[in-house]
């Protein structure tokens, strides 16, 4: 990782920085991870603004718990990553979602980008006042286990899904 980056509340003013992560992720096939960026950013106004009313519990669909999102930028202002927070666990997330979901940009991987996001993630949770964080992957998401592992993360048991998909689960102390 060679850039200074740090995170920012999703914003208007980066329009064309956040649409350009955007259509670089959909342009890889890849499922768009964390599922915040699957919204459709034609209305980018409309898009933030109901990611910061999510922030603040409002228009939340049934079953939603607030979140925060954050994207992680550099010093030129390119969206690198995504973060949704999750501020408290329901049932469904304790087993398979977790407090934390993040990505980073396919063209950006692989710099530690995502090590520093989760880092500066789980110092914004420790602001929510949650004092131990799960934090999930795919099994098959190698790099994302390795990233929760130097974070701290601590294996707990794995979690099948109804369609077979394991899912590693770990503990990290705030």
């Known amino acids: 990782m060679n850039k200074k980056v740090s995170l920012v ?23 768009m991870i964390p599922y915040v960026i699957r919204a459709d950013p034609s209305d980018f106004a409309a898009m933030v603004q109901n990611l910061l009313d999510s922030e603040r519990g409002e ?7 607030p979140d925060s999102t954050y994207w992680l930028v550099d010093e030129d202002r390119t969206v690198i990553g995504v ?8 049932e469904k997330l304790l087993q398979s979602g977790g407090h934390i979901g993040y990505g980073i940009r ?33 099994e098959d998401n190698i790099s994302s286990a390795r990233t929760i592992l130097r974070n701290g993360g601590i294996p707990d048991t794995d979690f099948v899904e109804e369609d077979g998909n394991v899912v590693k689960r770990f503990w990290i102390e705030l």
Do not use: M
């Not at 973060?83 to 329901?90: A, D, E, F, Q, S």
């Open 9 to 31: 509340r999703p914003a208007v003013e980066l329009e064309k920085e956040y649409k350009s992560f955007y259509r670089e992720w959909q342009d890889s096939g890849e499922t």
């Open 106 to 138: 396919p063209s950006e991987r692989r710099k530690g980008y995502a090590t520093e996001l989760l880092a500066l993630a789980l110092d914004q949770l420790r602001r929510f006042g949650v004092a131990k964080a799960l934090v999930v992957c795919d």
């Open 59 to 65: 228009r939340l669909p049934e079953g939603r718990v």
């Open 83 to 90: 973060v949704n927070i999750r501020h408290k666990l329901t």
